[in-house]
């Protein structure tokens, strides 16, 4: 179980009762001088945090990442170097990125996952798994210029093109369907 010391539960505590001031006026000239000394608290232990936890920074290997694309489905809902469904955003990066942020590029994944979860269920029946080195050489492709220009067409199997989702998720007849069901997803782009 993780060890949460004295100073951090009161940063955490201070986080929770920071954000929870009310609307009246007396209320808030009370709470201001608890409110200041929380802050002051609450900087204090994010100013102490204990030694750094080592970062295992992964070796990424582009040429998997362009494989795993293909192999996964994720050509089948987005493009990269011009090639893939575009129901999604395509993911080459570009050129003036020049590093690759595997943790960034799991946060773009984390941010479109309720969209990205749902569509993968309705039309693939499941949800891909990944594993961290996955998403590393995954991001390593889609950043790499020389390895992206390598998905063409014809490197991707017939039968997977035949899948390629060539309409935006949000104005397709599967997707209408399924908020027909009442389902709710956040961060829905606006339809155009
Ligand atoms: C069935 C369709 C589908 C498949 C397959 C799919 N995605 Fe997505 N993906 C989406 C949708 C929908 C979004 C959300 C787009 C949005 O928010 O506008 C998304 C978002 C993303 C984003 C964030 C895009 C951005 O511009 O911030 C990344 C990165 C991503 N997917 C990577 C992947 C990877 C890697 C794979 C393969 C392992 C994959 N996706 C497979 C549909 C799919």
Same mark, same amino acid.
Do not use: C, H, N
């Given at each position: 179980m993780n060890q949460l010391s004295g100073r951090s539960i009161a940063a955490l505590i201070s986080l929770m009762t920071v954000g929870c001031g009310g609307g009246d006026v007396a209320g808030e000239a009370r709470d201001?001088?608890?409110? /200041?000394? #929380? #802050? $002051? %608290?609450?900087r204090e232990a994010l100013a102490r945090p204990p030694a750094p936890v080592d970062v295992v920074i992964p070796q990424t290997n582009p040429r998997r990442g362009r494989i795993l694309f293909i192999t996964n489905g994720c050509v089948i809902c987005h493009q990269v170097n011009g090639v893939g469904g575009t129901a999604a955003p395509p993911l080459d990066r570009p050129a003036s990125q020049a590093k690759v942020d595997p943790l960034a590029f799991s946060a773009r994944m984390w941010r479109g996952a309720a969209a990205m979860t749902a569509l993968? %269920?309705?039309? &693939?029946? +499941?949800?891909?798994?990944?594993?961290?080195?996955?998403?590393? =050489?995954? $991001?390593?492709?889609?950043?790499?210029? #020389?390895?992206? *220009? &390598? &998905? *063409?067409?014809? !490197?991707?199997?017939?039968?997977?093109q035949d899948?390629?989702? =060539? *309409?935006? +998720? @949000?104005? !397709?007849?599967? @997707? %209408? /369907?399924?908020?027909?069901?009442?389902e709710r997803i956040p961060l829905e782009p606006e339809a155009e």
């Open positions: 201001r001088q608890p409110a /200041e000394a #929380e #802050e $002051a %608290s609450r993968q %269920s309705i039309e &693939l029946g +499941y949800v891909i798994a990944l594993e961290g080195q996955d998403i590393a =050489d995954i $991001a390593a492709f889609a950043a790499s210029s #020389e390895e992206r *220009t &390598l &998905l *063409t067409l014809q !490197s991707v199997p017939s039968a997977m899948w390629f989702l =060539d *309409t935006p +998720y @949000w104005r !397709s007849k599967d @997707w %209408s /369907e399924y908020k027909s069901r009442g």
